[in-house]
């Protein structure tokens, strides 16, 4: 979920328009040293929480199926 805000708010314009309208706009020039950490921070979180599933469930539980 992190990741996805995180995304939106680097590929579009919403956050440097809210910085605009409240008058924060000089700090847009340094959102990029912000939300690309933060978008690589929770897309790792994101891969580390699927790992540990793939470990506490071996084969993707497919065999309750049948």
Known sequence: MGAGIT???CVTPILPWLFGLV???AVTAYLDYLLLP???LFVG???WGWQL???AHPGGGQG???
């Open 38 to 40: 933060l978008l690589f």
């Open 53 to 55: 599933g793939q470990r």
């Open 23 to 25: 008058g924060l706009a």
């Open 7 to 9: 995304g939106i708010c």
């Open 64 to 66: 309750a199926r049948s």
């Open 45 to 47: 979180i994101a891969l």
